[in-house]
């Protein structure tokens, strides 16, 4: 059974630092997207990851996959408060038809 | 396009009452699914389908049942509704074929059942 854990579950930030979110996975996938929430809002797509190595960037986002370690990270430069939000990694079977979600990391940005 | 639409937006049921949670999608996308979210927690796959008249169970289907039979609708059903199932329900849709498999997701369903 696979099982995404996200790391850190809540994090409170000031304005301008960096941080990294961790997502680690319990089977071998090179599918992983990250995705955005909003409070009472849907999910928005951040990134999709479909190799080991890969890294794409959208403005002061990161991610990262590293498929041997079964590990993404996403990166926060200079952070703002806009960014505050609920962040999901989501890890796809090999079939391609199931997603399982990590817990989420509710990001907060304070002036 | 509208993209992936969802009815209602809410939802309050009394326990055992029946429901239809209604999922829509205008990208002629073969591929649909049901989530459900429980506070602080990530989505849970229901059930899914891969195209008119195939579906098939995700991680959490005891409870709920559902059918294809267009491209476009993907409803989702409540037989005898139990508080366990308040949640919020998120449809997803995206397209068949390439690796990416990126996942469009409708606007939700908030369902309370007393």
């Known amino acids: 059974e696979l099982k995404v854990e996200q790391n850190p579950l809540f994090l409170s930030m000031q304005e301008g630092k960096n941080y990294t979110i961790y997502c680690n996975y319990s089977t071998t996938s090179d599918r992983l997207y990250w995705y955005r929430q909003d409070p009472g809002k849907s999910l928005e797509s951040l990134f999709v990851l479909l190799s080991n190595g890969a890294v794409k960037q959208e403005g002061r986002l990161m991610a990262s996959l590293d498929t041997k370690a079964r590990l993404s990270t996403l990166h926060i430069t200079a952070a703002v408060h806009d960014l505050s939000a609920t962040y999901f990694c989501?890890?796809?079977?090999?079939?391609?038809?199931?997603?399982?979600f990590g817990g989420g990391t509710r990001l907060m940005v304070k002036p | 396009n509208a993209g992936v639409t969802q009815t209602p937006k809410f939802q309050v049921l009394k326990t055992g009452q029946s429901m239809t949670l209604q999922c829509a999608q205008d990208m002629n996308h073969e591929y649909m699914s049901w989530y459900r979210q429980d506070p602080g927690m990530g989505l849970r796959l229901i059930h899914y389908s891969v195209g008119a008249g195939i579906t098939d169970q995700g991680e959490v289907p005891n409870g709920y049942n559902v059918s294809r039979s267009t491209t476009e609708d993907f409803p989702l059903r409540l037989l005898s509704a139990a508080p366990s199932q308040t949640s919020v329900y998120f449809c997803a849709s995206r397209p068949e074929g390439g690796r990416a498999n990126e996942q469009f997701f409708g606007p939700g369903t908030r369902l309370t059942v007393l």
């Open positions: 989501a890890v796809g079977n090999n079939a391609g038809n199931m997603l399982t």
